[in-house]
Antibody
Framework: EVQLVESGGGLAKPGGSLRLSCAASGFTFSNAWMSWVRQAPGKGLEWVGHIRSKNHGGTTVYAAPVTGRFTISRDDSKKTVYLQMNSLKSDDTAVYYC?????????????????????WGQGTLVIVSS | QSVLTQPPSVSAAPGQKVTISCSGSSSNIEKNYVSWYQQLPGTAPQLLIYDNNKRPSGIPDRFSGSKSGTSATLGITGLQTGDEADYYCGTWDSSLSAVVFGGGTKLTVL
């Protein structure tokens, strides 16, 4: 059974930092593209970004609102993905979900996101307030 | 402002059918697969439909998806009170190089 367990949420001040962790089990983590999706209180879903598996380059892509402030990384030996959040703003207040993002191979060299997540964690709440 | 457009709310009686629309553009829905998620109150989203019209195992066939051009539709038949939830559409946007979602639709089963 796939399990994704987020931790590290809490209260941070504007301009501050926070690091979220997501511990994974029940699947081959090293082969998975992992993403973070957030949901502000009473609002809809917003994709934060993803990190590819190492065999697909291990590179990251971010949504515009967090580019330059947030960093996604992974430790395959610990089956854990991280979200480092810097220069936090009140707009970053949200529940942050860790997900497994599904991919598709489009040719011999290129694998791309299929645009959906099949497994989600329970989420961790981040509040940015002075 | 979400990239994909959904109606804020829909409602129908138990046993009836409801559809939820999701409108996008040539850079997202028209080019890529659409997915749908159900979010019950106080819980994480759950994948309901992927690749436009496929259901993960365990999702009843009362739920269906379709896509045409730049729009997609989620259909739910035989409505139950347990279907009351928020529903989100999502897809990859090739111009933004990002996953994009609709703003969500709240389903009320009267």
């Amino acid at each position: 059974e796939v399990q994704l367990v987020e931790s590290g949420g809490g209260l941070a001040k504007p301009g501050g930092s926070l690091r979220l962790s997501c511990a994974a089990s029940g699947f081959t983590f090293s082969n998975a593209w992992m993403s973070w999706v957030r949901q502000a209180p009473g609002k809809g879903l917003e994709w934060v970004g993803h990190i590819r598996s190492k065999n697909h380059g291990g590179t990251t892509v971010y949504a515009a609102p967090v580019t330059g402030r947030f960093t996604i990384s992974r430790d395959d030996s610990k089956k854990t993905v991280y979200l480092q959040m810097n220069s936090l703003k009140s707009d970053d207040t949200a529940v942050y979900y860790c997900t497994t993002e599904v991919t598709t191979r489009i040719n011999a060299l290129e694998v791309v996101s299929r645009g959906y997540s099949d497994d989600w964690g329970q989420g961790t709440l981040v509040i940015v307030s002075s | 402002q979400s990239v994909l457009t959904q109606p804020p709310s829909v409602s129908a009686a138990p046993g009836q059918k409801v559809t939820i629309s999701c409108s996008g553009s040539s850079s997202n829905i028209e080019k890529n697969y659409v997915s749908w998620y159900q979010q019950l109150p106080g819980t994480a989203p759950q994948l309901l439909i992927y690749d436009n019209n496929k259901r993960p195992s365990g999702i009843p066939d009362r739920f269906s998806g379709s896509k045409s051009g730049t729009s997609a539709t989620l259909g739910i038949t035989g409505l139950q009170t347990g279907d009351e939830a928020d529903y989100y559409c999502g897809t990859w946007d090739s111009s933004l190089s990002a996953v994009v979602f609709g703003g969500g639709t709240k389903l009320t089963v009267l």
